[in-house]
């Protein structure tokens, strides 16, 4: 192998190695909650975001009952409909947000089920008196 050769695959492989070792720790993320063990906990950014916990015991089923109130199909995936919750609950806490009764019918609906912007309001009350409150 010429020496030119030679350098720049050493070049090369140094630099493989830098890039591989040291830094991982730098950008390292939060251990997800599953990760963790702490199924339905927030993370601390989650938090920043206004997601709160995953609601349980007498919580969660107050939490379904009242989302079930306005279409009683919205609960038939339980988790889905948690999940949906706790990030409307970070558009209902922000800043910026002009049409959250919307974002809640877009978030709680599907195209076989669409909900309406009267619906995405009735969800909006129901968070507010549940999962999210002010």
């Not at 190695?17 to 990760?35: I, L, R, Y």
């Not at 948690?82 to 947000?97: E, K, T, V």
Request: proline share 5%.
């Amino acid at each position: 192998m010429k020496p030119a050769a030679a350098l720049l695959a050493a070049a090369v492989l140094l630099s493989l190695a830098a890039c591989s070792t040291g830094h991982a720790d730098v950008n390292k993320a939060e251990p997800s909650s599953s990760a963790t063990g702490d199924a339905g906990k927030s993370s601390t950014a989650e938090k920043a975001a206004g997601i709160p916990d995953a609601p349980t015991g007498n919580d969660r089923d107050a939490y379904l009952d009242a989302i079930a109130a306005v279409d009683p199909q919205i609960i038939v995936d339980e988790q889905k409909a948690i999940d949906a919750g706790r990030n409307q609950c970070a558009s209902l806490a922000g800043d910026g947000f002009a049409n959250v009764d919307w974002l809640a019918a877009q978030r709680f609906g599907n195209d076989a089920r669409p909900l309406t912007d009267a619906q995405g309001k009735q969800l909006n009350a129901a968070l507010r008196g549940t999962l999210c409150p002010e």
